[in-house]
T-cell receptor, first 115, second 116 residues
């Protein structure tokens, strides 16, 4: 069966520090991968998605970046965190069959607090 | 442009009551997909159901049922005989056939509290 792992679960970082959140998927190949952010009390905002190694699409301009160095690994990064980067970050995967009817399956999330 | 509206921000019901969560969507695509997810206090999103735009048949799964009506662009979710474990934030989401990357557009969620 497929599983998705996301870490760390909780992170407290000072403003201006770098960030690296990692997400890995097991039990499937060539998945679509996604990073979402959920601000407190609000819905989910898609940040990045990837349909393959090295292929990253950005949905919103920001100081975050994403990379996909391996088929089932998706990394969210920042060189300098801002206070506005605080939130709950969720990684997700879905099957890649070219149709937009595949449900996305989410990791447990990372709660990021910027001080 | 696509949009998902969940007008109910918070709902509280007493255990064993039925509750309906509303979802209204907007899309220009003729082929689209609708989803419901549950986010319990632990934070992870749990996939509940997927429905495509060609299938308006309502679905029932245990205490859960979904009413899809294209005429009103709604995809409402009903929990029958609610339980405390149903307390969570519920998200409705939409994806369109225009892209192959399964982009999901989420509503802002409805927080359901079931009071024992």
């Amino acid at each position: 069966s497929q599983t998705i792992h996301q870490w760390p679960a909780t992170l407290v970082q000072p403003v201006g520090s770098p960030l690296s959140l990692e997400c890995t998927v097991e039990g499937t190949s060539n998945p679509n991968l996604y990073w979402y952010r959920q601000a407190a009390g609000r819905g989910l905002q898609l940040l990045f998605y990837s349909v393959g190694i090295g292929q990253i699409s950005s949905e919103v301009p920001q100081n975050l970046s994403a990379s996909r160095p391996q088929d089932r690994q998706f990394i969210l990064s920042s060189k300098k965190l801002l206070l506005s980067d605080s939130g709950f970050y969720l990684c997700a995967w879905s099957g890649n069959r070219g149709y937009s009817n595949q449900p996305q399956h989410f990791g447990d999330g990372t709660r990021l607090s910027i001080l | 442009a696509q949009k998902v509206t969940q007008a109910q921000t918070e709902i509280s019901v007493v255990e064993k009551e039925d509750v309906t969560l509303d979802c209204v969507y907007e899309t220009r695509d003729t082929t689209y997909y609708l989803f419901w997810y549950k986010q319990p206090p632990s934070g992870e999103l749990v996939f509940l159901i997927r429905r495509n735009s060609f299938d308006e048949q309502n679905e029932i799964s245990g205490r859960y049922s979904w009413n899809f009506q294209k005429s009103t662009s709604s995809f409402n979710f009903t929990i029958t005989a609610s339980q405390v474990v149903d307390s969570a934030v519920y998200f409705c989401a939409l994806s369109e056939a225009l892209t192959g990357a399964n982009n999901l557009f989420f509503g802002t969620g409805t927080r359901l509290t079931v009071i024992p």
